[in-house]
Nanobody, 125 residues
């Protein structure tokens, strides 16, 4: 499956932003999906995950209460709604797909089979 993330940009602290990720090439419902991010000089980290059905939701502590992950099966779209953004949220955000045949391990980067190219989010103070 091919993944294309978009929606990043430059915002101010406290603003909101919605990231999108479109999947193509294979059956979207056959994959659990996740968002990860990599800040400058830091390792890539888990942000949020959603099961193939949309029922299972998992968030990093840094994202709980501010970010919402969702997906729309019919349009092969994955979203990350980010509210109350902070300068610490500045990073390149990646969407990723994990085949459902492998179970659901949203926090493990090694579990994901496909990755998007990333979209840059910059939050100014």
């Amino acid at each position: 499956v091919q993944l294309q993330a978009s929606g990043g940009g430059l915002v101010q602290a406290g603003d909101s932003l919605r990231l999108s990720c479109v999947a193509s090439g294979r059956t979207f419902s056959g994959y659990h999906m996740g968002w990860f991010r990599q800040a400058p000089g830091k390792e890539r980290e888990f942000v949020a995950g959603i099961s193939w059905s949309g029922v299972g939701l998992t968030y990093a502590d840094s994202a709980k209460g501010r970010f919402t992950i969702s997906r729309h099966i019919a349009t092969n779209m994955l979203y990350l709604q980010m509210n109350s953004l902070k300068p610490d949220d500045t990073a390149v955000y990646y969407c990723a797909a994990e085949a459902t045949t492998k179970g659901y391990r949203p926090r493990e980067q090694s579990a994901y089979d496909y990755w998007g190219q990333g979209t840059l989010v910059t939050v100014s103070s």
